[in-house]
């Protein structure tokens, strides 16, 4: 049974984040935010998120190696900055340390007694919204390829890598059909590769979500998304189903004309980590 | 049960318990506590949250002192874990880990007269066992081998993580009341959830899994015997914990 390595500091994972930054991510979504903004915001609390999964009161373990991989005009490149930028995939332990700058944030929370209190709370950033030029995705999924392909060369006994690419538009530089089809074909032992694809749309409505087949999409292009796909390991699609969206067999993690909660629930399924519910 | 008097006979003997890590280099995580007045307590705190092993502790001993779970006593308990860090000056990562909050399991047993009644409470997957001879008469709260790969609901340092206990009857849900009467042979268990998924597994083979921890009696054995199973593959590697009152 893929899938099923246990998680730890000997046998970490990888969590790759693709992300288009081409022009057309400047467009202005419902809510009024570009869509760059959008998924740079989420994007950043993903990697809050994933660190503070990892933090203990002796600092962070090395649950996860985490890389965000930047595509627009005719660059292809890591999207952290500073320190991290020399690199594509970091250990958790220097993502926390290397940070853009933090801001502070004041949330509500339940003060345990039956009322509110209001706590201000450090928020790291790492990565700016861009957007400029066309979108080389086939140059980006064949530098993905690549990275992922050293990565499982390294860690051969782990969970295999996971890689949300998030795009709005076409590839620019090619179809990515073939590379998307190549880097599914890297493994550990404990599997493929698995590649979950977002599709966001500034226009709300009329989103497909973890379709099962080609036949419930609308055109060539989000064929192809789905075509490359993975589908959710068992996992994944129970939690998805948690969440509330349908969830067959055969599942694929695509979502196609995504809205801005789509955006949220994809990265949050994609990288729900195994070692959240295993204790 | 306020005209029940605390256990005369568990006031004079306390019962084994021993504890084990899940590596040799690896902290261990789980917590027990034994009180002089039949009260017994113990806690696995969770590996991926921030402070689980101060959790544990915390609520292992107020158990102890206090066997009477309700909103107040965890109020009180969480309260007391957030003495412990002075959160406004925690770097980020270690601040956002502790607001999302440190997570435990908690089984907690009372013993009143001589065993005339045995008060269960338990919330997570740590589990009590009723035994009469190498006979297992009742489990709580799990009972099932497969039961243990659910992710199981504990008790938690962030209020909002223990929002699932309002749908509960405290009092029903997390209760199962217990008697050594009519038992030739009785016995109880107490222990975290990687023996209790051990123990489930082999409930019905022979020598009786009651039989072999009836033979672990110090501490040395009980690392022998843990070990020994890790490495035949027969039990999960993970802290470890064992209450026995035979």
Redesign the interface.
Known sequence: MPYQAEISRDNPTCFLFVIDQSGSMDEITEAGRSKANFVADVLNKTLYTLVTSCSKSDGVRNYFDVGVLAYGGSDVASGFGGALSDGIVHPICAISEHTLRVEERKKKVDDGAGGIIELTTKFPIWFDPKSAGGTPMRAALDKTRETIADWCESHPGSYPPTILHVTDGQSTDGAPEEMAEGLRQISTKDGPALLFNLHVTTAGGGETVFPTSESALADDYSRMLFRMSSPLPAHLAKFASDKGYSITDGSRGLIFNGDPQCVVDFFEIGTRPKLVADR | MANLRPDARAKSRLPLAFSIAKADDKHNEDRFHRSTKGVYALS?G??????SA?WARILVRRYAQKPEFTREWL?AA??EFHKL?DR?SL??????????GS?ASLLGVRVVDSGRLIQVFSVGDSIAVLCDGDRIKATFPLSAPSEFGR??QLLCTN??QNVFLDKLDVGYDLVADWTFRGLEQPALLCMT?ALGHWLLSRRDEEPSPINVLREVRSANAFARFVQEERAAGRMKR?DTTLIALW
């Open positions: 696995d969770a590996s991926v949250s921030f402070d101060s109020a969480i309260a860090y406004d770097p980020w990562m270690k601040q956002a880990s502790f607001d999302r997570f992710s199981p209020p909002a959830d993970d």
